[in-house]
């Protein structure tokens, strides 16, 4: 969809990627004839369209409807405020008013990496921040782009967990039910394996472990349950 007058080149541009419908205020002849050589191509001439004021947005809920007003404020640089030690630059100041734009139209847990005027990775539709995060680093890795000096834009805070025990190191029960779990947490990169001794009928006799990152609550557990052990 195109809000100004669709032209010959324009038309070129779209023409290679994917399109069965595209709608302008008007595409000039030049355009007509590119686009008449793609099979199953619809044009459609947008008529005028309602201001941004009067668009309104429709959710289901239950027994009804809530119909609201879209998110039509205007960013304003001037009521940002600076909280870190360094202010941006004038290039990431871009980056950031560009991401921030584009994150607003991305749905449910959005992330954004822009740099300039350009979106680099895009990761929306996850229940979870962090895998919207892994999809949109995936998606700029797939395209060959490269993320360093980007910005993120985020559709809420990126809240730091304080609940954690970032670096303690325990031993696994020799259970071969522990350690079934200890390759499990490994898995998740929640731990590493600095040591362990391999039993004869195969499983791991007290590993010795690193946590990287562990839940409280999670440590804990284990060790009520006798699952680990502090040295």
């Not at 050589?37 to 201001?51: D, E, I, Q, V």
């Not at 797939?142 to 609940?163: I, K």
């Not at 670096?167 to 040591?195: D, H, Q, R």
Request: charged share 20%.
């Amino acid at each position: 969809m195109a809000n100004q007058t669709i032209g010959q080149d324009l038309a070129e541009e779209i023409r290679q990627i994917f399109c069965e419908v595209i709608i302008a205020p008007e595409f000039t002849d030049e355009a007509r004839e590119i686009f008449g050589k793609k099979k199953n191509l619809r044009l459609m001439n947008a008529n005028g369209s309602p201001g941004a004021s009067s668009l309104q947005e429709i959710r289901a809920v239950p027994d009804g409807f809530l119909l609201q007003d879209r998110d039509g404020v205007r960013i304003n640089p001037a009521t940002f405020k600076v909280v870190t030690d360094r202010e941006p630059t004038a290039e990431e100041w871009d980056s950031l008013l560009f991401g921030w734009k584009v994150v607003r139209h991305v749905k449910s847990n959005a992330i954004v990496y822009a740099a300039g005027e350009r979106t680099l990775g895009v990761g929306a539709g996850q229940m979870s921040r962090v895998d919207s995060s892994k999809i949109a680093v995936w998606k700029a890795g797939e395209a060959g782009l490269s993320l360093e000096g980007s910005v993120v834009a985020s559709d809420a805070f990126f809240l730091q967990p304080v609940n954690e025990i970032p670096s303690c190191i325990f031993f696994f029960s020799g259970k071969p039910l522990c350690f079934v779990l200890a390759n499990f947490l490994a898995s998740l990169t929640l731990i590493s394996f600095a040591t362990s001794a391999t039993s004869g009928d195969g499983f791991s006799n007290s590993p010795f472990c690193a946590a990287r990152t562990m839940p409280k609550n999670l440590c804990c557990f284990l060790e009520t349950a006798g699952i680990i052990s502090y040295p």
